[in-house]
């Protein structure tokens, strides 16, 4: 039983919490358990950075208790009450360390929480730890974490993407049913891809930023990470909302996106191909899904068009502009004076100029310190106009492309990456090679708009076995629905007459599992 | 390239005259007095222990976002009208970066660019009443840092051995008020500089938007002076004096920089461009770091607060709120009371026209309500240490002190004292005078005889009285008080010698 109860969807799980079938307490021992058999040994997924036995043990308790007790506070229990849920070490958390995969924060316990995970306790969700990312969620692949890869899945020596290979690695090997990432310009929705899972980057504002690490204010945006669309809908839900506390929050009431996951029905739903998401650049395998995805769609009533947006030729090279100029901003606070690590120089006075250099050239990692420098030298006085004022008018354009798209479409689709997962360290020198993974999600970020991506079956890269291709579905800015009923649409297509992918991933070699809470 | 020449011998203030017109220019920081920080629910105030006014924004923690306190955009619009500025209907902050570590996030959120008020005008009275237009560039929303305190060494943070930290100031909303170049100042510049800064400080007053208390910071100068040849037509490389914080040291300030430049400039040197530390005990300045226009802040958009639109309709409902600007005020309230330039301009400096305003209000004459204000209640403040204002004293008390006078129960002696005791909490002035029985003596049996008394022991006064030198009575008055204990009615007294010695 505890086996198989971590393969349940987050919604299965709910059901059959409320149904007295299962206890939270079992759920998060199963997951706890999982997450001992393959998160080290020899699987060694190392999805999470740091587990919270206890303190997801307690919430479980205090869950199945109210549910015991019943009346009106079990009657108010939140649908996903007692699910387990595991958040990206960006969200900030008290009690548990919050590390950002950087060796800056080694030590850091947040005093306050972020947004997103007060609506997790008070909504009841067990939170089993923080999972693994790119430095600060700084990369494609998961690599650039100060404290070790993680794995993919589906082929322990691929990457799982990035920055949140750690979330979506872990939602993929049922170590969580559902998990928190964070995505600047594709680091839930890439992962999602590699990974056969889930993830949504919202609408900019759908969800408070307060509490994550920020590396691109403008981009960032905190989503959700499952293995259906259901899951990550309800998740949405949950997180969703008007802040107070982020001024870029909306106001708007959240809509119902469970509910629009579940429609399936695509008839009459006009779907754009973006002409420029495709072709060259992307492997054989993701463009054949790609295509019947289309295929599949069309038969069962939806209206493919194709859409232009020729200003996305130029959105890599203002991402790479944006996002590094604001990232040197945020991350200068991190200067050994406050919090965090804090390095003295080995020899010579001590200044404070001298602490903060010692600081961060020790706390940084490469990959940090290249965008930290790119974006210092776009914000330079003489070179504002030319990289991060030009920046951000390529951005305007592309909006007005979108804009333009959306006249003619009410959904737009791409694959989500160009590629399946590649090999660890295959791209690790070669940063412009990474960056172009991101190429066909940076545009929703730039634009603001919402993006899922959704499995699209498997494809190889001719270099092994058959690995998870991803679906992307990108909708106008607050129209998050539009996203949540395609791809839950072209799931259920795709898995009509088969299991659904994530449900086809490789049996890992297990470690003898421990008996979790100790 | 010529020589900078940084040690040669200011000239005096007539020959640096002389040969060179001064440019001035002011960068003054209001401190807003606003419940909470610019960008955060903490505390905005002073004095508490250091580092308990603080919130993971205001220190710059790890996730942390700001969002715009409104009622200091409400400040900074109300400020702006009040300086007759134009207000953008939608301004952005920016942020301004450089690492320092009473900056919490590395970066000061600042407006650049789009400030919320700009191109207005401030008119500010002199000495002799003349009045000074100064231009207004701008004036913008920004954050104050934290505070450092160096431990050994000079006190600065070069040689200190540690500094200590406190966030409490950090994220303080300001408004920072920039001038025009204020050009024809000529020999009143320093005099210009003092009535500048006390104008904003008049008006934030006014306007109830700021402590105003530049003792504490509240308001800030950096006075920036440049001078240009007699006949030349361009700006001289300009110094900028860094936290000249009273009116004093501002008008000294501006004296000594233009004295230090025209030296400069006489001996054939080039100023450098640079902030100037300002040394109170010395009244001069020394040299900061240098600056340049190429100083590298690397501003750009904040992207974590969105663009603050404020609308028509409001920006004209904060119009009026608007109080009479107080340079208006001051010559009404002048006029109206009809003091000497040399009384209104004590009252002024004493800071206690609001007070003698509300006591004429309250049904005092001005004279009374000066009197007492600028008398008594000041010498006892002083006495005690505090501020006028501090006393509590309450117009309706001091129009009581000054009805029993009137009335002849009391003399301006035994006022005095009666005000004391009523700040000493024993009750209101007629009770006073009830319980210690201090009304004047004025029945004519003791006082007659009291004073009989007086004429027997001073016979060479008496003298003198009846050979009509009136003003001899003085000399018998002391002697009636003292049998009294100062209860004695003194033009009472002087019917009385009067009658005795049958002069009028």
Same mark, same amino acid.
């Given at each position: 039983?505890?086996?198989?109860?971590?393969?349940?969807?987050?919604?299965?799980?709910?059901?059959?919490?409320?149904?007295?079938?299962?206890?939270?307490?079992?759920?998060?021992?199963?997951?706890?358990?999982?997450?001992?058999?393959?998160?080290?040994?020899?699987?060694?997924?190392?999805?999470?950075?740091?587990?919270?036995?206890?303190?997801?043990?307690?919430?479980?308790?205090?869950?199945?208790?109210?549910?015991?007790?019943?009346?009106?506070?079990?009657?108010?229990?939140?649908?996903?009450?007692?699910?387990?849920?595991?958040?990206?070490?960006?969200?900030?958390?008290?009690?548990?360390?919050?590390?950002?995969?950087?060796?800056?924060?080694?030590?850091?316990?947040?005093?306050?929480?972020?947004?997103?995970?007060?609506?997790?306790?008070?909504?009841?969700?067990?939170?089993?730890?923080?999972?693994?990312?790119?430095?600060?969620?700084?990369?494609?692949?998961?690599?650039?974490?100060?404290?070790?890869?993680?794995?993919?899945?589906?082929?322990?020596?691929?990457?799982?993407?990035?920055?949140?290979?750690?979330?979506?690695?872990?939602?993929?090997?049922?170590?969580?049913?559902?998990?928190?990432?964070?995505?600047?310009?594709?680091?839930?929705?890439?992962?999602?891809?590699?990974?056969?899972?889930?993830?949504?980057?919202?609408?900019?504002?759908?969800?408070?930023?307060?509490?994550?690490?920020?590396?691109?204010?403008?981009?960032?945006?905190?989503?959700?990470?499952?293995?259906?669309?259901?899951?990550?809908?309800?998740?949405?839900?949950?997180?969703?909302?008007?802040?107070?506390?982020?001024?870029?929050?909306?106001?708007?009431?959240?809509?119902?996106?469970?509910?629009?996951?579940?429609?399936?029905?695509?008839?009459?739903?006009?779907?754009?191909?973006?002409?420029?998401?495709?072709?060259?650049?992307?492997?054989?395998?993701?463009?054949?899904?790609?295509?019947?995805?289309?295929?599949?769609?069309?038969?069962?009533?939806?209206?493919?068009?194709?859409?232009?947006?020729?200003?996305?030729?130029?959105?890599?090279?203002?991402?790479?502009?944006?996002?590094?100029?604001?990232?040197?901003?945020?991350?200068?606070?991190?200067?050994?004076?406050?919090?965090?690590?804090?390095?003295?120089?080995?020899?010579?006075?001590?200044?404070?100029?001298?602490?903060?250099?010692?600081?961060?050239?020790?706390?940084?990692?490469?990959?940090?310190?290249?965008?930290?420098?790119?974006?210092?030298?776009?914000?330079?006085?003489?070179?504002?106009?030319?990289?991060?004022?030009?920046?951000?008018?390529?951005?305007?354009?592309?909006?007005?492309?979108?804009?333009?798209?959306?006249?003619?479409?009410?959904?737009?689709?791409?694959?989500?990456?160009?590629?399946?997962?590649?090999?660890?360290?295959?791209?690790?020198?070669?940063?412009?090679?990474?960056?172009?993974?991101?190429?066909?999600?940076?545009?929703?970020?730039?634009?603001?708009?919402?993006?899922?991506?959704?499995?699209?079956?498997?494809?190889?890269?001719?270099?092994?076995?058959?690995?998870?291709?991803?679906?992307?579905?990108?909708?106008?800015?607050?129209?998050?629905?539009?996203?949540?009923?395609?791809?839950?649409?072209?799931?259920?297509?795709?898995?009509?007459?088969?299991?659904?992918?994530?449900?086809?991933?490789?049996?890992?070699?297990?470690?003898?599992?421990?008996?979790?809470?100790? | 390239?010529?020589?900078?020449?940084?040690?040669?011998?200011?000239?005096?203030?007539?020959?640096?005259?002389?040969?060179?017109?001064?440019?001035?220019?002011?960068?003054?920081?209001?401190?807003?007095?606003?419940?909470?920080?610019?960008?955060?629910?903490?505390?905005?105030?002073?004095?508490?222990?250091?580092?308990?006014?603080?919130?993971?924004?205001?220190?710059?923690?790890?996730?942390?976002?700001?969002?715009?306190?409104?009622?200091?955009?409400?400040?900074?619009?109300?400020?702006?009208?009040?300086?007759?500025?134009?207000?953008?209907?939608?301004?952005?902050?920016?942020?301004?970066?450089?690492?320092?570590?009473?900056?919490?996030?590395?970066?000061?959120?600042?407006?650049?660019?789009?400030?919320?008020?700009?191109?207005?005008?401030?008119?500010?009275?002199?000495?002799?009443?003349?009045?000074?237009?100064?231009?207004?560039?701008?004036?913008?929303?920004?954050?104050?840092?934290?505070?450092?305190?160096?431990?050994?060494?000079?006190?600065?943070?070069?040689?200190?051995?540690?500094?200590?930290?406190?966030?409490?100031?950090?994220?303080?909303?300001?408004?920072?008020?920039?001038?025009?170049?204020?050009?024809?100042?000529?020999?009143?510049?320093?005099?210009?500089?003092?009535?500048?800064?006390?104008?904003?400080?008049?008006?934030?007053?006014?306007?109830?938007?700021?402590?105003?208390?530049?003792?504490?910071?509240?308001?800030?100068?950096?006075?920036?002076?440049?001078?240009?040849?007699?006949?030349?037509?361009?700006?001289?490389?300009?110094?900028?004096?860094?936290?000249?914080?009273?009116?004093?040291?501002?008008?000294?300030?501006?004296?000594?920089?233009?004295?230090?430049?025209?030296?400069?400039?006489?001996?054939?040197?080039?100023?450098?461009?640079?902030?100037?530390?300002?040394?109170?005990?010395?009244?001069?300045?020394?040299?900061?770091?240098?600056?340049?226009?190429?100083?590298?802040?690397?501003?750009?958009?904040?992207?974590?607060?969105?663009?603050?639109?404020?609308?028509?309709?409001?920006?004209?409902?904060?119009?009026?709120?608007?109080?009479?600007?107080?340079?208006?005020?001051?010559?009404?309230?002048?006029?109206?009371?009809?003091?000497?330039?040399?009384?209104?301009?004590?009252?002024?400096?004493?800071?206690?026209?609001?007070?003698?305003?509300?006591?004429?209000?309250?049904?005092?004459?001005?004279?009374?309500?000066?009197?007492?204000?600028?008398? *008594?209640?000041?010498?006892?403040? #002083?006495?005690?240490? +505090? &501020?006028?204002? @501090?006393? %509590?004293?309450?117009? /309706?008390?001091?129009?009581?002190?000054?009805?029993?006078?009137?009335?002849?129960?009391?003399?301006?002696?035994?006022?005095?004292?009666?005000?004391?005791?009523?700040?000493?909490?024993?009750?209101?002035?007629?009770?006073?005078?009830?319980?210690?029985?201090?009304?004047?003596?004025?029945?004519?049996?003791?006082?007659?005889?009291?004073? *009989?008394?007086?004429?027997?022991? #001073?016979?060479?006064? +008496? &003298?003198?009285? @009846?050979? %009509?030198?009136?003003? /001899?009575?003085?000399?018998?008055?002391?002697?009636?008080?003292?049998?009294?204990?100062?209860?004695?009615?003194?033009?009472?007294?002087?019917?009385?010698?009067?009658?005795?010695?049958?002069?009028?």
């Amino acid at each position: 039983m505890t086996a198989e109860i971590t393969r349940l969807t987050a919604a299965q799980m709910a059901a059959k919490l409320a149904a007295g079938e299962i206890t939270s307490v079992e759920l998060v021992r199963a997951h706890l358990d999982r997450i001992d058999a393959v998160d080290g040994g020899e699987a060694g997924l190392n999805a999470f950075i740091h587990v919270s036995r206890d303190e997801a043990l307690a919430t479980a308790e205090e869950v199945d208790a109210v549910r015991a007790a019943g009346g009106a506070e079990a009657e108010a229990l939140h649908p996903l009450a007692g699910v387990p849920i595991a958040v990206k070490d960006l969200i900030v958390t008290v009690g548990q360390p919050t590390t950002a995969g950087s060796r800056m924060l080694e030590d850091w316990v947040s005093p306050y929480d972020a947004t997103v995970v007060e609506r997790i306790r008070a909504a009841k969700l067990p939170i089993l730890g923080k999972t693994n990312l790119d430095e600060f969620a700084m990369g494609s692949s998961t690599e650039h974490s100060a404290y070790g890869v993680t794995r993919n899945p589906w082929d322990t020596d691929r990457i799982p993407g990035g920055s949140g290979g750690g979330s979506a690695a872990a939602v993929a090997a049922f170590e969580a049913p559902l998990a928190l990432g964070t995505d600047t310009g594709g680091s839930i929705r890439q992962p999602g891809a590699v990974t056969g899972t889930v993830g949504t980057k919202p609408t900019y504002g759908s969800v408070s930023r307060y509490g994550a690490i920020a590396m691109a204010s403008s981009l960032d945006q905190i989503g959700p990470v499952a293995r259906t669309t259901e899951d990550a809908a309800l998740l949405h839900e949950l997180i969703a909302g008007h802040d107070p506390k982020d001024s870029t929050s909306l106001p708007d009431e959240v809509p119902a996106f469970g509910a629009a996951a579940r429609t399936t029905d695509v008839s009459g739903l006009r779907i754009g191909v973006i002409k420029q998401l495709q072709g060259e650049g992307y492997q054989e395998g993701v463009l054949a899904r790609f295509q019947e995805s289309l295929d599949a769609l069309r038969a069962a009533g939806a209206e493919i068009v194709e859409v232009d947006c020729p200003s996305f030729e130029h959105a890599l090279s203002a991402y790479y502009l944006i996002m590094p100029s604001e990232a040197s901003s945020n991350l200068a606070r991190f200067d050994g004076v406050r919090y965090g690590t804090r390095v003295e120089p080995e020899d010579g006075p001590l200044t404070i100029e001298r602490v903060m250099g010692a600081t961060r050239a020790a706390g940084f990692g490469d990959e940090v310190k290249r965008r930290i420098i790119l974006g210092t030298y776009a914000l330079s006085a003489g070179y504002y106009d030319a990289y991060y004022g030009s920046a951000q008018k390529v951005r305007t354009l592309i909006q007005r492309d979108f804009a333009a798209a959306f006249e003619q479409a009410d959904v737009l689709i791409s694959p989500t990456a160009p590629t399946v997962a590649f090999p660890l360290g295959e791209k690790l020198d070669d940063p412009l090679a990474m960056y172009l993974n991101d190429v066909a999600t940076i545009p929703a970020n730039l634009a603001g708009i919402p993006g899922i991506s959704v499995p699209g079956g498997l494809a190889s890269d001719g270099d092994g076995a058959a690995l998870p291709v991803g679906i992307q579905f990108l909708a106008p800015a607050r129209e998050d629905a539009r996203v949540y009923r395609a791809a839950g649409a072209l799931e259920a297509l795709l898995s009509a007459d088969a299991e659904p992918l994530w449900a086809r991933a490789p049996e890992l070699p297990t470690a003898a599992a421990q008996t979790a809470g100790e | 390239m010529t020589e900078t020449l940084p040690d040669a011998a200011p000239l005096s203030f007539e020959d640096a005259l002389e040969q060179f017109d001064p440019v001035l220019g002011f960068e003054v920081h209001v401190e807003l007095n606003t419940a909470t920080k610019m960008f955060s629910a903490a505390p905005n105030a002073f004095g508490d222990e250091p580092n308990t006014n603080v919130s993971p924004v205001c220190l710059g923690l790890p996730g942390a976002l700001p969002v715009v306190n409104e009622k200091a955009v409400e400040s900074a619009i109300r400020l702006g009208l009040a300086l007759n500025c134009d207000i953008a209907e939608s301004c952005r902050f920016a942020r301004k970066q450089y690492f320092y570590p009473d900056t919490p996030k590395n970066w000061q959120t600042s407006q650049y660019d789009e400030p919320i008020a700009h191109d207005g005008w401030l008119d500010v009275e002199l000495d002799d009443g003349e009045i000074f237009r100064v231009e207004i560039e701008r004036a913008h929303m920004e954050e104050d840092a934290g505070k450092l305190t160096h431990q050994g060494g000079s006190g600065r943070i070069q040689g200190a051995d540690s500094s200590l930290v406190d966030y409490n100031r950090a994220g303080v909303p300001l408004i920072e008020i920039v001038t025009k170049p204020i050009v024809g100042a000529g020999s009143r510049a320093p005099e210009i500089a003092r009535a500048y800064v006390s104008a904003i400080r008049d008006v934030v007053k006014a306007l109830d938007i700021s402590d105003a208390r530049m003792e504490r910071g509240n308001v800030r100068c950096d006075a920036n002076v440049s001078l240009m040849p007699k006949d030349g037509d361009a700006f001289g490389t300009r110094s900028e004096t860094k936290n000249v914080n009273s009116m004093r040291a501002v008008e000294h300030a501006v004296t000594f920089e233009i004295r230090r430049h025209a030296g400069v400039l006489a001996a054939g040197g080039s100023i450098v461009q640079e902030t100037r530390h300002w040394k109170e005990e010395t009244r001069t300045t020394s040299s900061g770091r240098p600056k340049s226009d190429a100083d590298d802040y690397r501003y750009f958009p904040e992207p974590d607060l969105v663009p603050i639109v404020s609308s028509p309709a409001w920006i004209e409902q904060l119009r009026t709120t608007l109080p009479e600007p107080p340079a208006e005020r001051r010559r009404r309230l002048r006029e109206s009371w009809g003091y000497s330039d040399a009384e209104f301009r004590d009252v002024v400096a004493a800071g206690l026209l609001d007070e003698i305003e509300e006591t004429v209000g309250s049904g005092a004459s001005p004279a009374t309500a000066r009197k007492w204000w600028m008398g *008594e209640i000041s010498r006892l403040a #002083n006495a005690r240490d +505090v &501020e006028p204002t @501090a006393l %509590g004293v309450q117009s /309706a008390t001091i129009i009581e002190l000054a009805g029993l006078i009137d009335e002849g129960k009391i003399n301006d002696k035994i006022a005095r004292q009666v005000l004391e005791f009523h700040l000493d909490g024993e009750g209101s002035p007629a009770e006073i005078v009830s319980a210690r029985g201090l009304e004047v003596v004025s029945d004519d049996g003791a006082l007659t005889a009291a004073v *009989e008394k007086a004429m027997a022991e #001073n016979p060479d006064v +008496v &003298e003198k009285v @009846a050979a %009509g030198k009136l003003k /001899a009575i003085g000399a018998l008055i002391g002697p009636v008080m003292k049998e009294t204990q100062g209860q004695a009615d003194a033009g009472k007294v002087r019917e009385i010698v009067m009658e005795k010695l049958g002069v009028s």
